[in-house]
T-cell receptor
Framework: EPEVTQTPSHQVTQMGQEVILRCVPISNHLYFYWYRQILGQKVEFLVS????????KSEIFDDQFSVERPDGSNFTLKIRSTKLEDSAMYFCASSDGTGLSMENEKLFFGSGTQLSVL | AQTVTQSQPEMSVQEAETVTLSCTYDTSESNYYLFWYKQPPSRQMILVIRQEAYKQQNATENRFSVNFQKAAKSFSLKISDSQLGDTAMYFCAFMSYNNNDMRFGAGTRLTVKP
């Protein structure tokens, strides 16, 4: 069964450093997403991406965050200058977008990257 | 590795009736958390209910309750008195107590019909 893969599974970084979280969505999918979950809190939507541009983003997704699809397979989340409060589990998801409306879309999630900012 | 299986891709229910969404999981761990998340078209992931594996009592949250069968590795969600606003994707999720490795199921699309 095709799956969304995320690397690394764990990443430790120093405050102020840049990090790039990597995701390989399912190959025929067109819509890509990042979510995060701070320990003990709910899973939060960050951003959605389609046709090489951001289609939606939440208030969490400020100027410190960016996303990119550098080639035909990877989808990355970059945090330019990490803060302690960026420590969280980050989930990538993708969907094929073949539903007749957004309500028919189905997301497949990766297993997450645990980011620890020290 | 942990796996989470939701065997019902789609379900529908009449308004005011009760519906049960199935979820099974596979793990060798004894301490973990289980969740049900609701995802409306807005794409937010809304936590519906959470269960700690060490608790025998089934979690309840207003109209939502779970049937947690640890030996069977089953964690179903029951929605009572279904409302139109319950229409959404529902994801079952497993989180390891030790490493916060969270795994989601593929989701069940629930439609509540008037």
């Amino acid at each position: 069964e095709p799956e969304v893969t995320q690397t690394p599974s764990h990443q430790v970084t120093q405050m102020g450093q840049e990090v790039i979280l990597r995701c390989v969505p399912i190959s025929n999918h067109l819509y890509f997403y990042w979510y995060r979950q701070i320990l003990g809190q709910k899973v939060e939507f960050l951003v959605s991406f389609y046709n090489n541009e951001i289609s939606e983003k939440s208030e969490i997704f400020d100027d410190q965050f960016s996303v990119e699809r550098p080639d035909g397979s990877n989808f990355t989340l970059k945090i330019r200058s990490t803060k302690l409060e960026d420590s969280a589990m980050y989930f990538c998801a993708s969907s094929d977008g073949t539903g007749l409306s957004m309500e028919n879309e189905k997301l497949f999630f990766g297993s997450g990257t645990q980011l620890s900012v020290l | 590795a942990q796996t989470v299986t939701q065997s019902q891709p789609e379900m529908s229910v009449q308004e005011a009736e009760t519906v049960t969404l199935s979820c099974t999981y596979d793990t060798s761990e004894s301490n973990y958390y289980l969740f049900w998340y609701k995802q409306p078209p807005s794409r937010q992931m809304i936590l519906v209910i959470r269960q700690e594996a060490y608790k025998q009592q089934n979690a309840t949250e207003n109209r939502f309750s779970v049937n947690f069968q640890k030996a069977a590795k089953s964690f179903s969600l029951k929605i009572s008195d279904s409302q139109l606003g319950d229409t959404a994707m529902y994801f079952c999720a497993f989180m390891s107590y030790n490493n916060n490795d969270m795994r989601f199921g593929a989701g069940t699309r629930l439609t509540v019909k008037p």
